[in-house]
Nanobody
Framework: QVQLVESGGGLVQAGGSLRLSCTAS????????KAWFRQAPGKEREFVAA????????FYADSVKGRFTISRSNAEDAVYLQMNSVNSEDTAVYYC????????????????WGQGTQVTVSS
């Protein structure tokens, strides 16, 4: 079964840091663009960050720019999201996704998705 598996979510205090990981299972995504999206309670899923398959191009939502960093390891077929200076608005389920297309914020371009990991920021 082809899947992406997220981990690293949990409870973090406002102003703290958390690192999310996403690994591949069932096939390789080493040559795929990878991204993180999130969905807060009662809201639509939104783009967070994306990274090209080489790692040379990254793209962030304005709301996380300067606080979050996306990175990847093709050797481990993994993508990471370092979250710093988190606040209550970062509380959401975080999903990783993969596409054969280029870096994009368009959710519809991502064919493969993980099940999500919950991040809760406490004040």
């Amino acid at each position: 079964q082809v899947q992406l598996v997220e981990s690293g979510g949990g409870l973090v205090q406002a102003g703290g840091s958390l690192r999310l990981s996403c690994t591949a299972s069932g096939r390789t995504f080493r040559l795929y663009t990878k991204a993180w999206f999130r969905q807060a309670p009662g809201k639509e899923r939104e783009f967070v960050a994306a990274i090209s398959w080489t790692g040379g191009v990254t793209f962030y939502a304005d709301s996380v720019k300067g606080r979050f960093t996306i990175s990847r390891s093709n050797a481990e077929d993994a993508v990471y999201l370092q979250m710093n200076s988190v606040n209550s608005e970062d509380t959401a389920v975080y999903y990783c996704a993969a596409t054969q297309d280029g870096v994009s914020r368009n959710m519809g371009q991502y064919k493969y998705w993980g099940q999500g990991t919950q991040v809760t920021v406490s004040s």
